[in-house]
Every structure is written in C-alpha cells, then in structure tokens.
C-alpha cells in the first residue's frame, strides 16, 4: 500500500488511453490519486482503450500532441506527479518511419522532462523497454546489460533513456526509469504477438506467424501497473532504470500452441514471410533478472502467465469484432 503522503496527489498520465496507460489510469483512480489522461488531440476525442470506462466520470482528460512543449507543459502545470508512457511502440513501423519514432520518442520525452524541470515536479516516471538491451548477451537479464538499438524503435528509446538519466545527473531532477519487459493482457491491440494469435485463434482457419523461435519474458498488465506505483516509494533509484518482468521465457511457437489448445485444436500455424523481420533486427531472447525491483520494493507478480493468457482470451473472445484478424498490422 502507497503511504497516506503519496494518496491524492495530482498525476500526469500520458499516453493514457492506450493499452497499459489505460490499465494504469484506472488503477491510480482506484488508489484516490487526482488523475489527468494526457492523449493524443483528436477530433472526436475519442478516449481510446478508456471509451468504455466506468471510472470515466473521474478522469481529467486533456488532449495534445507529446511532440508538442506546450501542449506537454500545460498539462504538467500543476501536478505532482508524472508517469510518462506516451510512445510508437510498433516495432515493424519503426523500419517504415524512424523519424516519427524519433520524434514521438526521443522529442516526446524531451517536453516531458523539461516541462518538469521548469516546473519542479516531484518525480516522473519514464517508460523504457526490454527492447533496449537487443539479444541478450547472458540470461537473465540484469539492468547493467549493454544496450544496442537493432530496430528504429529501440534505438528511440534508448535515446530517451539517456536523455532522461542526463537530466537526473545535470538538473537533479527526480527520474526513475521503469523498463518492463513483455506486457500483455486485456485492450492490447494486435499489433502485439500475443492478442494477433488469439484473434487470428478465433476468427481464421489458421495462424500467420514470422519468428516462432524468438522468446520474451511475459508479464500480465496490471501486475506491471502495480510496479509503477511501488516504484513511487523507493527513493534511492533516480536516474538509473529497473527491470520489471516475470523472469519467466517462452517461445512465440509455445504461446501460439497454448492458445490453440485453448481455442480450437483444430488450428495450425503458418509462416508468412512478410511478418520475419531483418535477422540482424530481430531480438532473439529477452528473459528478465528481477531481483533489483524485489529487493528495492516489496512488488512482486501476481498473476501467471497461464492465468495471464486466460483472461486475455477471455476478454479478446468478449471483443473478437474490434479488430480484423485478416490484417497484419504493423
């Protein structure tokens, strides 16, 4: 439980409507904290993975552009807090568009970070990825491993990592890094292997797969919410990442398989060439070395993979229409 200090505070969200924002938002509304949705402006403002919310009603949602300073700093105004998650996270667009990853990423965490700073936020909270680290090197993987950017989208984010560790080390201001590895659960899109396999499970008469020997270490999205805010009391983090995984490792061949027991027996899979991504990008093997967030904090996981992968097909099966199984999103 968060210390009473910490409980209706002002919290800055941004890329809140998304998957594990939206996940995150309604879990800090649920602990008492004065809650501010930042997501990107549009003209139906439409709120996203939130449209649906029941805690609506009790979310201020402010819309504007992350690649925007004052958009980003009006937002800021205020609040004593900011977990910063907005981001293109699509891995296969990145080798389409690296600029725009170069801008919503690296710019993006920019305005954060110096909105901060002229404003003398508490702490923010700045959202990595195990993407940073590439093929793992040894397993698992601690937070001293090296870092290269084999996809676009990787190399953003390390940029926005050490931009964020320089402004900790040049201005002092209060940065933690939270860098969690696979998140899956409920509303995640099926750009993620996880929601396009079951999607595909349910609807088509086969599975459309690229790489099926890669592994990641998997954790379900609101034991990785839950880390956030155990992050809030440890003190003595700022301006150097922290793990959160599973320190669990299955191969996308193996997820596949569970879902389609679960599913329809029936199913097979199939290898389409247009989902392999460049050899030397794809990373091989991600498997997470938790022990730092568990010494420091009293989080651990919660929910298993298997119980993880349940409800997330239970809730994809509640939702099947959302989303074409037929397109290969990217």
């Known amino acids: 439980?968060?210390?009473d200090s910490m409980m209706n505070k002002k919290i800055l969200v941004t890329g809140a409507t998304g998957f594990i924002g939206s996940h995150l938002v309604e879990l800090l509304v649920?602990?008492?904290f004065n809650v501010t949705a930042f997501d990107r402006y549009n003209t139906t403002y439409n709120l996203g993975c939130l449209s649906k919310s029941q805690y609506k009603k009790d979310i201020n949602f402010v819309f504007g552009d992350i690649r925007d300073y004052d958009s980003v700093y009006k937002a800021s105004k205020g609040k004593d807090l900011i977990f910063h998650l907005a981001a293109l996270v699509g891995i296969p667009y990145s080798y389409y568009s690296p600029l725009a990853y170069i801008k919503t990423n690296i710019e993006g965490t920019y305005n954060v970070l110096e909105a901060a700073k002229t404003l003398s936020?508490?702490?923010?909270?700045?959202?990595?990825?195990?993407?940073?680290?590439?093929?793992?090197?040894?397993?698992?993987i601690k937070e001293n491993h090296r870092l290269i950017g084999q996809s676009p989208y990787s190399a953003s984010k390390?940029?926005?990592?050490q931009l964020s560790i320089s402004y900790w080390k040049s201005y002092k201001l209060p940065v933690k890094i939270i860098r969690p590895f696979n998140t899956f659960g409920p509303r995640q899109s099926s750009r993620a292997v996880i929601p396009t396999i079951i999607y595909q499970a349910l609807n088509n008469k086969n599975i459309k797969l690229?790489?099926?020997?890669?592994?990641?270490?998997?954790t379900y999205v609101t034991d990785v919410c839950n880390a956030y805010l155990?992050?809030?009391?440890?003190?003595?983090i700022y301006g150097e990442p922290i793990n959160v995984g599973s320190n669990n490792e299955f191969k996308i061949i193996d997820i596949a398989k569970k879902i389609i027991k679960q599913v329809n027996p029936k199913l097979k899979v199939v290898i389409e060439k247009k989902r392999i991504r460049p050899l030397q990008s794809e990373v091989q093997r991600l498997?997470?070395?938790?022990?730092?967030i568990l010494k420091k904090s009293s989080w651990k996981p919660k929910?298993?993979?298997?119980?993880g992968l349940k409800k997330t097909i239970d809730w994809i099966r509640s939702n099947r229409n959302l989303e074409n199984s037929n397109i290969y999103r990217i």
């Open 1 to 3: 439980m968060l210390k």
């Open 30 to 32: 649920k602990k008492g």
């Open 121 to 140: 936020t508490k702490e923010i909270v700045i959202t990595s990825t195990s993407e940073t680290y590439g093929s793992a090197l040894e397993v698992p």
């Open 158 to 161: 390390i940029s926005a990592d």
């Open 210 to 218: 690229g790489s099926v020997k890669t592994t990641r270490d998997y």
């Open 230 to 236: 155990h992050l809030l009391k440890v003190k003595n």
């Open 287 to 292: 498997r997470c070395n938790n022990k730092l």
């Open 303 to 307: 929910v298993t993979f298997d119980m």
